[in-house]
């Protein structure tokens, strides 16, 4: 078992794509779920999968919650997949969000598409990661 605030990632898929590194705009996908299995039955809380719909974000400390900043960090841009548990200390904690109950870990598959600037999207509500838009709208 891992320390209660320790990231636990498993790379499913890495290409040859740059690196994410810290300031690096980031086209990705996403889906969130509350247990590990409801990633594989599709049973997410969030996900912008269904449209293949990338989001674009800047990797900043202070724009993601602490445990996607640190899951994305080092993933390689072209298709790379990621999937990620982020304990309740690097997510919500005792706050918890939409959809997250307080105290509740996540289970996360990241993609990402596309490294360096995207064209602008619609400006979007933070979602369950702590995503938003880098784009105007």
Known sequence: ???????????????????????SVVS??????LAAEDLETGRCIETNYSPDIPITVTLERDQLLPG?????LGM????????????????FGDRGARGVPPGSDLWVEICVMH???????????????????????
């Open 1 to 23: 078992m891992t320390d209660e605030a320790e990231l636990c990632i498993q790379d499913t898929k890495v290409c040859g794509g740059p690196a994410v590194e810290p300031g």
């Open 68 to 72: 996607v900043y640190e899951a994305l």
């Open 115 to 137: 490294i360096g600037q995207s064209p602008p999207e619609p400006d979007r509500n933070r979602t369950a990661l702590g995503f938003t838009s880098t784009g105007g709208g």
């Open 28 to 33: 990705l996908l996403y889906r969130v779920a």
């Open 76 to 91: 390689r841009s072209g298709g790379s997949v990621r999937r990620v548990h982020i304990p309740a200390a690097l997510a």
